[in-house]
C-alpha cells in the first residue's frame, strides 16, 4: 500500500494553468497547458483535443471493404472505412452508418473489436473499431465535403501488398487490422 501512494505521489501531475490555443474546422482544438511534474519542473504542453470516430473493417467474405480517398495534405491511400460520431449517436450506429455512406454496403452482423487512442500524449482521440460481416451491397453516398471514395475489396495477399508498398499507410488502419487478425488474417 504504501507502495502504491508512493507512485502516485511520484508520478502526479499538477495543472498550474490551461488555454484554447486555437480551433479549427477538421482540425479540433489545440491547447497549452502548463504543468508541474513530480520533479519540480515546470513545463507547457501543447495537445490536440477531437472527437471520437470508428473504423470499421467490412469483410465480403474473405476479401476487406476498403476506400482510397485523399487525406490533404497527404497523398491518396487506401484505409478502412472511417468517420466521425454524430450528436446522440452510438458508435455502433455511427459505424453502421458511415459503411452504407462511403461504400454502399450495410451488415447483418457486428462486432466491437475495441478501442484505440490515435497518439496519447499529444492526442486525445479514441477509435472505435468494428467488424462488419455477412455484408449488402447498395449505393454508397459519399459527404459533399470533398470526400474523394473508391471501393474496391483485397485479398489478404493484396493489403499485405498495399502494406509493403505504402498503399496503406493510415496508422488507424494498420491498426485496426491487427485488432482483426482473428478474422482477416494477413
Known amino acids: 500500500m504504501a507502495v502504491r501512494r508512493f507512485i502516485r505521489r511520484q508520478t ?34 501543447t495537445y490536440l483535443i477531437k472527437p471520437p470516430f470508428v473504423m470499421v473493417l467490412a469483410l465480403a467474405g474473405k476479401q476487406l471493404v476498403l476506400v482510397r480517398q485523399h487525406r490533404y495534405p497527404q497523398r491518396r491511400a487506401w484505409e478502412a472505412v472511417k468517420g466521425g460520431i454524430e450528436r446522440q449517436e452510438t458508435p455502433l450506429d455511427a459505424a453502421k452508418r458511415e459503411l ?10 457486428w462486432r466491437s473489436l475495441g478501442r484505440i487512442m490515435v497518439a496519447p500524449g499529444y492526442f486525445n482521440q479514441a477509435g472505435y473499431v468494428f467488424l462488419a460481416r455477412n455484408l449488402r451491397a447498395g449505393t454508397a453516398q459519399p459527404e459533399t465535403n470533398g470526400e474523394v471514395l473508391k471501393v474496391a475489396t483485397a485479398t489478404p495477399a493484396r493489403v499485405r501488398t498495399l502494406l509493403a508498398r505504402g498503399g496503406i499507410y493510415d496508422s488507424v488502419t494498420m491498426a485496426g487490422l491487427l485488432m482483426a487478425r482473428r478474422f482477416f488474417p494477413l
Open 12 to 45: 502526479r501531475l499538477r495543472v498550474l494553468a490551461s488555454r484554447v490555443a486555437f480551433r479549427g474546422d477538421g482540425v479540433g482544438s489545440v491547447h497549452e497547458t502548463r504543468l508541474r511534474f513530480p520533479s519540480g519542473a515546470v513545463r507547457t504542453w
Open 100 to 109: 452504407r455512406e462511403e461504400t454502399g454496403f450495410t451488415a447483418r452482423r
